[in-house]
């Protein structure tokens, strides 16, 4: 279990990350939004605007949104896309 200081750390530590790769994303019409982060350590996120019907959107999950979170934060186990 992650501890509550911890947890909301560790959000804010994907958050950053999420913002690295948010600009891309929006050039297309695109977004993306943390759902939350597991206690097995996955990051979900929501597709939002254009990325959510985007026939490239489990490419940039694994090139673009997961390599940016698992860059500055190593301990996430992956990323997983909850629509």
């Given amino acids: 279990m992650i501890a509550t200081a911890n947890r909301q750390d560790l959000n804010e530590r994907v958050e950053a990350a999420l ?4 600009p891309h994303l ?20 929501r597709w939002m605007g254009m990325c959510e019907s985007c ?8 090139a673009g949104i997961q390599e940016a979170i698992q860059s500055k934060i190593p ?7 909850v629509n």
């Fill in 26 to 45: 929006r050039v297309d019409g695109g977004d993306v939004e943390l759902v939350e982060v597991t206690n097995d350590m996955y990051v979900k996120i």
């Fill in 19 to 22: 913002d690295t790769i948010r």
């Fill in 75 to 81: 301990e996430i186990v992956g990323v997983e896309a």
């Fill in 55 to 62: 026939s490239m959107s489990g490419m940039t999950l694994r």
